[in-house]
């Protein structure tokens, strides 16, 4: 055998190795009745992404994946793919390949989001919900189609608005049920889209709307969260329709100003009336309240007199006492 024919078996030999090497995905569901492509447990490392074959459909769904990376190989590995959906797994990095129109990675423990600012990037719709973001993705203002993002259910917490800035198809933001304690802009913010904020169930103490340019911005959610005022709403915004401020312990004169603020311009405003805070009342003089503990001494008698008359027994009353007087004085 000439030398030349034994390089070329060695040539197919080894090719024939790599081949037998290779994991071949593919679709576990009926592909054209779901019109996409269904692979569950997928699994490897950086030195198998190489090998990764994936087939040529463009929306597949990973689920159960165990990967520390989804790097930019395994991403231009799925040829086509501009729709990923990865679920309920452990995907630690993500790179977004320029090309994804769709990406939602939900459950997947994920701690870090690569976008890439070398290349315009399509990406319109993006969700991250359920995994272990500590703060917002970096570059995510170089994803310059995006019209929605869902971050809720994370570990976030300060959300810069100046991340965002100059999106101008974004519409709907979620941040709910993450740690956020502050929400902020330190130049002008525009998002001539946005039409709504969910920022509930988190633990803010500042929000900071000055900067915001955010014309039809119309329906925040800042429920459960510990606000007692955001300074110059609902005058920045002119937009607001519906305004949720449920679970704060607001200030009852900034609570009654912007009930009718609102109420003017005929939007909605969900708060607690009943847990507003007059902060005069946190700081009132000594002998203010050493006439209070003697008001409620008398009240405590009176009822107890009251109570002996009609049981002629003695009865422990202390608590309903309490109860009837934080009410009287407002609780705070």
């Excluded at 917002?136 to 809720?152: A, F, G, I, Q, T």
Aim: hydrophobic residues 40%.
């Amino acid at each position: 055998m000439s030398k030349m024919k034994l390089h070329a078996v060695q040539f197919l030999l080894l090719l024939a190795f790599a081949f037998a090497q290779a994991k071949e995905y593919e679709c576990q569901n009926n592909v054209k009745i779901d019109n996409f492509c269904l692979i569950s447990q997928f699994y490897g490392g950086s030195e198998t992404a190489c090998k990764m074959r994936f087939p040529n459909h463009t929306a597949i769904k990973l689920q159960f994946p165990r990967i520390e990376n989804l790097s930019a190989r395994i991403a231009y590995n799925m040829r086509k793919v501009i729709n990923l959906d990865i679920s309920n797994g452990y995907v630690r990095n993500i790179y977004i390949k320029p090309e994804l129109v769709f990406l939602r990675a939900t459950n997947c423990e994920l701690k870090k989001l690569y976008i890439d600012d070398r290349a315009p990037n399509q990406l319109e719709e993006l969700y991250l919900s359920k995994n272990e973001l500590s703060q917002l993705p970096e570059n995510l203002r170089h994803l310059e189609n995006l019209s929605m993002l869902d971050l809720s259910h994370n570990y976030i917490e300060f959300f810069d608005m100046g991340e965002l800035h100059d999106l101008k198809f974004l519409s709907i933001v979620d941040v709910s049920y993450n740690r956020l304690k502050v929400v902020f802009a330190a130049d002008t913010v525009q998002l001539p889209d946005l039409v709504f904020l969910n920022l509930k169930h988190n633990s803010l103490t500042a929000m900071h709307i000055s900067h915001w340019e955010t014309p039809i911005l119309n329906e925040l959610d800042v429920s459960y969260n510990q606000l007692s005022h955001v300074a110059k709403f609902p005058q920045k915004l002119p937009g607001m329709v519906s305004a949720n401020f449920e679970q704060n312990p607001l200030t009852c004169s900034w609570l009654r100003e912007t009930t009718k603020l609102l109420e003017a311009k005929n939007a909605t405003f969900t708060s607690s009336l009943t847990t507003c805070v007059e902060p005069n009342r946190l700081y009132q003089s000594k002998e203010t309240f050493i006439h209070e503990l003697e008001m409620k001494d008398l009240l405590r008698a009176n009822i107890l007199e009251i109570a002996r008359n009609l049981t002629e027994a003695e009865i422990d009353v202390d608590d309903k006492i309490d109860d009837i007087f934080c009410r009287i004085m407002g609780g705070v």
